[in-house]
């Protein structure tokens, strides 16, 4: 069964050139805060004997879900035959195998400029411009509406310039992390397009430093994110067990 590509929505960034074709079957295959972590072996997090965390998604986070989910797959023109959770997974992997990393991150900005509507953005970035209570606004409000994306998650308090902020949200175990079990999907369809899109649509500069070890994450509102080449998020090797693992090709690292 053939899927036919659908040219992605654009608007701070060209579309990728992609075929207009792609066969199903081949994408079915088998597959500041810095916390680093040694780069010298593949992760494995199913080492552990946790066992998965279990979601009970209530309708406002299935809402949420399918739609975040179906402007994805409206983004890249893939499109998925499973539904809530594990379609917005899938969707994500097949965006993973399809396009390379610089293609990731752009279709991902687009899927949030079709999820969220601009004239939200715009009175947002206008009525908050970057203050005290700006950052720790959009930290108590990720806790609240996004904990379906990215699991359960809680304000904490850091330095910002000096004084005493909570403009950081503490991520446990990230859901999405967890479910994909991939550190490029993770840098390249969640770290650095949502790094961009927050500092351009909420004039906020935002950074996201995810651990590898325990599948935690920090958000910081306010804190410019480093550059790539020092990102310690990039020198990582990814899981053992990765889901995107057919698609490594220099030393099991999937972050480029």
């Not at 406002?60 to 379609?87: M, P």
């Amino acid at each position: 069964m053939d899927t036919t590509v659908i040219q992605p929505y654009n608007r701070l960034f060209p579309p990728p050139q992609i075929n207009r074709r792609i066969s199903m079957q081949n994408l079915r295959q088998p597959p500041s805060i810095i916390s680093s972590v040694l780069a010298d072996k593949n992760l494995d997090a199913t080492t552990s004997h946790e066992p998965r965390t279990s979601y009970n998604d209530n309708w406002f986070d299935r809402l949420a879900i399918n739609h975040l989910s179906t402007s994805l797959q409206a983004a890249t023109g893939l499109r998925s035959g499973r539904k809530g959770y594990d379609g917005l997974v899938e969707a994500a992997t097949m965006a993973s195998r399809r396009f390379n990393p610089i293609q990731q991150r752009q279709l991902v900005i687009q899927t949030l400029q079709l999820a969220i509507p601009s004239p939200i953005l715009f009175l947002i970035k206008t009525m908050l411009p970057p203050s005290k209570f700006a950052r720790e606004y959009f930290a108590v409000f990720t806790t609240i509406f996004f904990a379906w994306l990215v699991g359960p998650c809680q304000v904490k308090e850091s330095e910002f310039e000096g004084k005493k902020e909570k403009n950081v949200v503490h991520i446990p175990k990230c859901r999405f992390l967890e479910e994909t079990n991939c550190v490029g999907m993770c840098t390249n369809l969640c770290k650095i397009p949502s790094q961009a899109f927050i500092k351009e649509s909420l004039g906020v500069p935002f950074t996201m430093v995810p651990n590898f070890d325990d599948m935690s994450c920090e958000m910081i509102f306010g804190e410019e994110p480093p550059p790539q080449a020092l990102d310690p998020a990039f020198t990582q090797p990814c899981y053992k067990k990765c889901k995107a693992i057919q698609r490594h090709q220099v030393q099991n690292n999937c972050t480029s």
